[in-house]
């Protein structure tokens, strides 16, 4: 049998188990090259990771029982919860957001535009990060907003925009509060809030962080390819090694990532992209900690051969 990315399992059962005497799966594991040459793409998947996939593409329908777990897989996944809490979060802050803004100096009217705009979900969503990462937003956007006036047709746009250039300025990093990250990558929201909401939040939080947790952990114990892209855990400080494993699990199982790649290709919009830096800041410091940890252990077999 011909095995290629798109063979369903239950084509590959059929064709393994017919044969009298034996069964082989030939695994394509690279496009066709038309130069019949050494692809100039050398990260293609291994033969085990496109057996791997295949295991995962269903032909068939699925029966109930399948139906209802993978309904549960979806609905106990960060995408979906991580819009839950980014829902509750945009209903218990925006009254808060509301006098903030008047206390920037925008007119009624102004604020009443801002409100009703389209672009004040991701306007709102910005406070949110801002906040999440430790930056003062009661005093930023003020002086965001006064420094150069408004004139433009989408204050809400223009707003977040210049909170997004406000917390990138350097003096700002330098003068903010520890991040408040939940599985080290969605910002949480804080602040005053009704308690029913501020709970709700919570148990979203729990939930999200048990679930990044539980991806790492199973990617650690299963040595899964893109853990072993990262390098094995150090046993000095192995605590903040996994938590920015747990931050890669987070960023994966957010955005539908299953490549060898830990963070996978391009981000699609802003949001990603700033949760790809983050989840890029993860990768650095676990990658480095294992390069350290390599190194420790070939200097230690140099030094035991007398080298």
Not at 100 to 112: I, K, P, S
Not at 176 to 196: F, K, N, V
Not at 208 to 214: F, L, P
Not at 231 to 257: M, N
């Amino acid at each position: 049998m011909v095995v290629t990315e798109s063979t369903t399992r239950e084509n590959l059962y059929v064709e393994m188990t017919r044969g009298r005497d034996h069964n082989h799966a030939y695994v394509i594991t690279g496009d066709a090259d038309d130069n019949h040459g050494t692809p100039d793409d050398q990260d293609v998947p291994t033969a085990r990771e496109v057996l791997t996939g295949v295991l995962a593409n269903v032909g068939a329908e699925l029966s109930a029982t399948q139906t209802i777990e993978a309904e549960q897989e979806a609905w106990g996944g960060i995408r979906q919860l991580a819009a839950e809490l980014e829902t509750l979060a945009a209903a218990a802050q925006r009254d808060r957001w509301a006098r903030l803004l008047a206390r920037c100096g925008l007119t009624e009217a102004q604020r009443d535009d801002v409100l009703a705009s389209d672009a004040y979900g991701a306007f709102a969503a910005e406070l949110r990060r801002a906040e999440g990462n430790g930056h003062d937003v009661d005093r930023i956007l003020p002086v965001a907003v006064n420094r150069y006036g408004l004139g433009a047709d989408d204050v809400a746009a223009v707003l977040r925009h210049r909170l997004r250039l406000a917390t990138s300025d350097a003096g700002s990093r330098r003068s903010r509060r520890p991040a408040r990250l939940i599985a080290g990558l969605i910002p949480e929201p804080i602040g005053p809030m009704a308690a029913d909401i501020r709970k709700a939040i919570d148990e979203r939080k729990v939930l999200i962080e048990q679930r990044a947790k539980t991806l790492a952990e199973t990617g650690i114990k299963r040595r899964e390819s893109w853990i072993q892209r990262i390098g094995d855990a150090p046993a000095v400080d192995r605590i903040h090694w996994l938590r920015s494993v747990i931050a890669i699990a987070a960023y994966r199982d957010r955005y539908g990532i299953t490549s060898r790649d830990p963070l996978g290709g391009q981000p699609v919009d802003d949001n990603q992209r700033l949760d790809r830096a983050r989840a890029e800041a993860a990768l650095r410091r676990a990658t480095e900690a294992s390069t350290r940890l390599a190194s420790q252990e070939l200097g230690q077999g140099r030094r035991g051969l007398g080298i």
